[in-house]
């Protein structure tokens, strides 16, 4: 059966606008140059070699703003270097290469851009400037493993990770210790060169903190090789699931076989900054201006909500419901981000991602609600399986849904939210967005 959905122009446009104004404030191409011209003011400009290195989503629009900003403002320096990005999230640059990689589960692409990456980390010398340019997904796709584990073990690794549905935080931890460039090994490298290092980061992590974005491959690390063993035994991760190699290495560093990680005692008297220059908070706060703008309180709920996508879609289905039930005097818009999870049993696929799923969990949890409606969408573009970047849905949304005849619960349930949402042409689709600042959610109650 086919139903037309009737126009819900002003909710829809609302709700994507809103994701546009939380996206629009992350873009590299004004942010970048920002920076820049702080780190380097007038008459500092690089004067030695100039290496750029970068890893993510968001890493080869930070490059191209780079170079753009540098043929502007430095004409007698000399760019190179090679950027890692996942699959469709390249920009045209000039000087410094671009490499797409897989993400999330690392690919030998990504391991040869790493190799060449850190090849050319190891050439700098004293006075040169190497410029380290990360963003979301770099843990993977600068998946360079450390003498003794192959590619094909840390994608072993990183896919027992994903499905055991362990936090990012936690994966992160792990991919620090098993791999050669992050946890501050790339600016280990930097400065046994004698080299000065300024890296410019967007954020996709709760806190913000340079050691988590990208696994800090240029911050000091606060974790050890017993918290990384601790955390496969925390998700029953064993030899079953794990490669020997990879065992095998943590084990030899908690006996002090191999070096730790970069540590805050390695840094002293070291020419290195790290500058997170876009956070998810900065994008909530823009998306709550814009909905201030149609009429809408907004009240932004956090940026460091994580959690299985079901349950936090359920408790922010219990939370809107409060505050209907109090009254609202206007309009009110509840804004959040952060990055769920999803723990996907044992012989089920899935469709979609933490977004879609969180979505439906709150389409079900607000049946009462009829005129709720909400959108969840990863600022990147691109949410879990599928290459919508999230969904929406508006009260004629479920409405159609109703004369469908679809079952929320039976989609959620195979979690395929994807699939649900597509149904109803209910998906948001922007490809790459060429930035990353974590996932972005918005409930709107209206009166």
């Known amino acids: 059966m086919t139903v037309q959905i009737p126009s819900t122009a002003t909710t829809e446009a609302i709700l994507k606008n809103a994701f546009a104004a939380a996206v629009a404030v992350a873009d590299p191409q004004i942010i970048v140059p920002r920076y820049l011209a702080k780190i380097f003011p007038a008459g500092q400009e690089p004067k030695g070699k100039c290496l750029v290195i970068g890893a993510g989503k968001a890493s080869a629009s930070m490059a191209n703003a780079l170079e753009a900003y540098a043929k502007k403002s430095w004409p007698t320096v000399k760019l190179a270097g090679v950027v890692l990005t996942r699959y469709g999230h390249s920009s045209p640059t000039s000087h410094i290469k671009i490499v797409e990689a897989g993400h999330p589960v690392p690919d030998q692409a990504g391991m040869d851009g790493a190799k060449e990456a850190l090849a050319l980390t190891k050439q700098l010398h004293p006075g040169d400037i190497l410029i380290a340019l990360v963003s979301g997904g770099g843990s993977s796709l ?79 690390d606060y974790s050890t090789y017993l918290d990384a063993l601790n955390i496969l035994d925390k998700y029953s991760l064993t030899e079953q699931s794990i490669p020997a190699s990879v065992l095998n290495h943590l084990k030899q560093g908690l006996a002090g076989e191999k070096p730790e990680t970069l540590k805050d005692i390695d840094l002293v008297n070291a020419q290195v900054a790290n500058h997170v220059i876009a956070t998810a908070y900065t994008s909530l706060e823009a998306a709550a201006e814009y909905v201030r703008t149609q009429g809408y309180e907004p009240i932004i709920l956090g940026d460091t909500i994580t959690g299985e996508a079901q349950e936090v879609g359920a408790s922010q289905g219990v939370l809107a419901r409060d505050y209907v039930k109090r009254g609202l005097s206007k309009p009110v818009a509840l804004i959040s981000g952060g990055e769920c999870t999803v723990t996907i049993p044992p012989g089920l696929k899935g469709r979609g991602g933490r977004c879609t799923e969180y979505l439906l969990s709150l389409f079900i949890a607000s049946q009462d609600m009829p005129k709720l409606a909400a959108l969840a969408a990863d600022t990147d573009g691109i949410d879990g399986s599928e290459k919508n970047a999230g969904a929406w849905y508006s009260p004629e949304v479920r409405q159609a849904s109703q004369a469908m005849g679809l079952m929320p619960e039976k989609f959620l349930l195979a979690h395929d939210c994807y699939g649900f949402f597509a149904e109803l042409g209910a998906l948001v689709e922007t490809g790459p967005t060429l930035t990353n600042v974590n996932d972005f959610r918005i409930i709107l109650l209206d009166k």
Request: some cysteine.
């Open 142 to 220: 600068l998946t360079l493993p450390h003498e003794g584990i192959s590619i094909e073990d840390m994608r072993k690794t990183t896919e027992a990770l994903l499905r055991s549905g362990a936090p990012i935080e936690d994966m992160n931890v792990v991919r620090k210790h098993l791999s050669a460039i992050l946890g501050g090994n790339l600016a280990r490298v930097a400065i046994a060169q004698g080299a000065r290092v300024e890296a410019l980061l967007i954020s996709d992590v709760t806190g913000d903190s340079p050691a988590d974005i990208a696994s800090g491959p240029c911050a000091a």
